[in-house]
């Protein structure tokens, strides 16, 4: 009888729960407009999509940054009151796929109170992931265990990798930015799905969140730092002979510094031994909380500028190192690009960053299209030949026809190697390049073939205008 009372008890208590934290998760509908950035004036038609959100201290809604990229308006509902209040975003964290909303009608936060966030759940654990999957009016919850802690790459940036927890909680589209509940507390923020996996998606745990929300209290979003190195494993018994390096098992050895990073702490050869108060296996691996996941989540819990202390072992010896971290940014254009592109017109010739993005609009295909000259210099030239590389390498990206550009053979798609003799190294380039010049024609030179194409001066000059007039270009630049 009293197991009996006790079950019931325990089932009114997790319904009670339940409810307290249903009435803070909230609805998100969002109208958008995400740029082209073949034609980097415009913009694709506009388009909705649905997510949910939940109410943290501070009066701010949680959510993922992925559900108001491109926001041209944002309504948030909340349970029971059918009315849709205006929100805006207070900050938003692309590589880690978060944003804090804020409603200005205080109304909305009448009868809800702040969720709570809590510590990494432990594999096995159950979960309770809520939200309105489906853009359904009516909340959802998931039950689920917690089934892997790992590094994940997050689909929103598409080049930087934090931990991620994989549960077989069904997370849909539509559950983006729900809380995932455990005792009561926030463990986890919904964001992504597996591809060709059933019954299984991540979430954000609460490690990124609480980075993410001491990050933003000066005002400013900074993003998580890396250390700038590329590591080996020192599994291999003369690999370890050669450094010098015990015999036990331990340690990765640092084989590239990523050039514009911290260079005078560390060295090639150096060997990581311990990163904070993690040891560091042989295949650059840590144990964190019981899980085995790469050191990166040892860097990654710092704050851009701080000193990460660092074991390492160099010419058979351990050295006590403070290693400062930051925020790199020569990569940047190799992942998803979340600001408005950048681009300059002048005689018909639209020039604009190359970047992931700008190459994704020639099609699903592009990777197999693209030439490898143009995918060596977005991926590879940064750490392959350093010295030569440009910091924004610059694409013609079409050439809008006009009897100035009537002769023109190339019609798009190439990289600018110079123009009028000047190396082309970012979009200011080109523009000084035009500007500065006063011969009477302006050649243009092209990578990797060196093509050259001319334009005339002082026909381009009076025909920009009109040219900009004919195809709808509100200017012939963003900067």
Known sequence: MKALIYSLLASVLVTAARADTE????????????????EPWKFHRLTGWSGTGFLIKGKKIM?????VNWARQILVKKPGDPRPYLAAV???????????????????YVGMEPLEIGELPAVRSEVVTYGYPAGGEQISYTRGVVSRI????????????????????AINPG????????NGKVVGVAFQGQPGLENAGFFIPPNVMKHFLKD??????DGFPQAGVKLTDTFNPALRRYLKLPNEDGGVRIDFIVPDSTKEVLKVDDVVLQVGEYPVFSD??????????????????????????LKIWRDGEALDVELPVFVLEDDKATGNQHELPRYFVYGGLVFTPLSRDYLSSMGRSWMSNVNQDILYELYYRRDMDPETKRSEPIMLANVLTHPVNVNFEVKGQVMVDKINGVRIDNLEDVIRAFESDDAKEHIIEFSPMNHLEGLDRELADEANKAILRQFNIPSDRRL
């Open 23 to 38: 009435q803070s998760v909230i609805q998100i509908s969002v109208a958008a407009q995400i740029p082209r950035f073949d």
């Open 63 to 67: 959510t993922n940054a992925h559900v």
């Open 90 to 108: 207070a900050y938003i964290g692309e590589d880690c796929d978060l944003a804090l909303l804020e409603v200005a009608d205080p109304n909305f």
């Open 150 to 169: 790992e590094l994940q790459p997050y689909v929103n940036i598409g080049n930087r990798s934090l931990l991620a927890v994989q549960t077989d909680a």
């Open 175 to 182: 559950n983006s930015g729900g809380p995932v509940i455990q």
């Open 216 to 221: 933003v209290e000066d005002g400013n979003y």
């Open 284 to 309: 650059g691996t840590i144990l964190y909380r019981g899980n085995i996941v790469n050191m990166g989540m040892a860097i990654s819990e710092y704050q851009q500028g701080e000193k990460v202390p």
